[in-house]
């Protein structure tokens, strides 16, 4: 599909215009940093009009001192800039067969970006967290009625929580991506970024910073954006964290014509949570034979890798598959089948690309 179709916003795929949901093409990557136009855009409602002028963030709950804060505020503490991917948790849920609820997003919605402002902790100690806190909420200003059967009644804020722990570490509240002011969009005038993390957790368009002395288990992190993780028979329901390890193809796309007996380059990006990537492998004949690639550019915790492979396409025209394989410095990799407790979210299990030589 052409990029200035009905199907396209800005050079994006539209997979939902009410509520919005926009899908990088995963062949632009070819770069570290994703251009803010390219950034997918996940939303559950519609996204709120905000003044800088009229807009507060409350930071309150299992707190000494509760309190306050401007626009301008924010400005005047100590800032921080990090390059974070985010992915959100149904990521690839295009290829589940049989096909499964929610938005149907191909290989897309991932990207990576500079993001500046405030770590977390700051704002934290300035509240002085009680002896017994454990976790904290973080409330985005956008809601409205859910329309699914369990759903709580009346309007629902996008919410969820971080451990405390978590929340101290490495928690950006970001105005500022890639360098400009945050877009509407992506959350202004402050969202949260949480490295390493599913990016449901890295709540935009932030009204409220709530610490509390027990987990929050609020809708998205029990009812939606949760696993089943079993222990024999018992089954328990785990709001989801960590990204799991994968690396896609960016070229060829599935589809794409290739010339035989030749050289063609394929590339990519490979990315884990709280590790490094430390290898990416390329199968071109289905996964019977593994080939290394190479990582290229720069290496940044909880950031993607970029790499690329020259591949010695076939004499012979004719279907190939592609299958790229990622594995990080903690040993992980990725599994060759889908792990259907994990729902509709986690999806990290081998992606064929199917590529025709001529
Ligand atoms: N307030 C709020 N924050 C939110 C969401 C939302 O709908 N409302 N969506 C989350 C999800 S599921 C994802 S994947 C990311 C998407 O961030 P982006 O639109 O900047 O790419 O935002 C997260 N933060
Ligand atoms: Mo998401």
């Given at each position: 599909m052409a990029e200035n179709s009905p199907g396209f916003i800005d050079g994006k795929i539209v997979r939902g215009e009410d509520p919005l949901n926009l899908e990088m093409p995963f062949s632009k990557v070819d770069q570290f940093i994703t251009p803010t136009e390219w950034f997918y855009v996940r939303t559950h409602f519609p996204i709120p009009k905000i003044e800088k002028r009229g807009w507060r963030l409350r930071v309150e709950g299992e707190v000494e001192r509760p309190y306050e804060l401007r626009y301008d505020d924010l400005l005047k503490m100590k800032s921080r800039t990090m390059v974070t991917t985010l992915e959100c948790?149904?990521?690839?849920?295009?290829?589940?067969?049989p096909k499964v609820k929610g938005v149907q997003w191909g290989l897309g919605a991932v990207g990576t970006a500079e993001w500046s402002g405030v770590p977390l902790s700051i704002l934290l100690d300035r509240a002085e967290v009680k002896s017994g806190a454990c976790d904290v909420i973080l409330e985005g200003m956008d809601g409205g009625e859910l329309q699914e059967p369990k759903r709580p009644s009346g309007n629902v804020h996008f919410a969820r929580s971080i451990p405390l722990a978590k929340a101290r570490e490495d928690v950006l509240l970001a105005y500022q991506m890639n360098g400009a002011e945050l877009p509407r969009q992506h959350g202004f005038p402050l969202r949260a970024i949480v490295p390493g993390w599913y990016a449901m957790a890295s709540i935009k368009w932030l009204r409220r910073i709530m610490v509390t002395s027990k987990p929050f288990t609020g809708y998205f992190q029990t009812m939606d954006y949760a696993y089943w993780a079993k222990h024999g028979d018992l089954a328990e329901l785990v709001p989801l964290t960590a990204m799991q390890i994968k690396a896609e193809i960016?070229?060829?796309?599935?589809?794409d014509i290739v010339p035989a007996n030749s050289n063609v380059r394929v590339h990519g990006a490979a990315w884990t949570s709280?590790?490094?990537?430390t290898k990416v492998e390329l199968a071109t004949d289905g996964g019977s034979t593994w080939n290394e690639a190479k990582l290229i550019g720069e290496a940044k915790p909880n950031a993607w890798r970029l790499w690329e492979f020259d591949w010695e396409t076939p004499a012979k025209p004719g279907k190939q598959t592609l299958i790229a394989r990622a594995t990080d410095s903690q040993g992980r990799t990725q599994p060759v089948e889908r792990d259907s407790d994990r729902g509709t979210y986690m999806i990290n299990h081998l992606l064929p690309i199917e590529v025709e030589v001529r």
């Open positions: 948790a149904g990521n690839n849920r295009n290829f589940l067969e960016a070229r060829p796309a599935a589809g709280d590790a490094e990537i």
